[in-house]
Every structure is written in C-alpha cells, then in structure tokens.
C-alpha cells in the first residue's frame, strides 16, 4: 500500500541540511591533538571496518600537515609513537564537542575490543 505524505518546502529543506549535516558527520573524525584541542583526520588516511561506521582502520600514517580549511590536521604528535597503518580505533561521539573523535586506545580490528 502506498503512502502519499505530503510536505512543506520548509520540511523538505529542513530533511535535506539534516542528511547532509549526518552524512558529513560520518566522515569528519578528529584526534585529540598535543597542543590542545582537536584536529581532523585526512579522510583518506582511514576506512570505516564493514558493516559499521563506528570504528575505523587506517590505511596508512595519517598527513600531519593535513588542513582542510575548516581544521587544522592532527599535528606532530599521536598517541602512538609507532606507525598507524593497520590499526583500528572505535569512534566515540561527545555531544556538544562538535564531532566524532577516535578513542585513544587502538581496539582488535577482528573483535573490536580494546587491547
């Protein structure tokens, strides 16, 4: 049976910025920085792990320099000393922090628990 749902152009817009707006929440995280404050990880320096987008994996050492414009990168410092490639971090979502930041110990990427 279908459904005719009729709406507002105001409703339609305000449906439209919220996707947008969830969309790029899903791909902006960010990384405690050194110097205070958070800085946005490269996008393409990590991949979510399937079926979830609450943990991810990075493919290779994220750009220290990295400066979308809106957010200056991680800096020169993580928590590992070690490269990042292959490690896995679950998101954690802090409301009103503006954003979704990796937790800051790495978890199993097979199991997904903290080491």
Known sequence: MKKIIRLTESDLARIVRRVI???ADKTNIYYRRCEGGYGLIEPESFEFLPGDDK???????PDPNFDNGNSKS???????????EGLCFDIIVE???GGRKIAYSPIDCETRERW
């Open 55 to 61: 943990f991810i994996k990075f493919l290779r050492q």
């Open 95 to 97: 409301e009103g922090e």
């Open 74 to 84: 991680i800096g020169k410092c993580l928590a590992y000393e070690e490269p990042m």
């Open 21 to 23: 707006k969830e969309n």
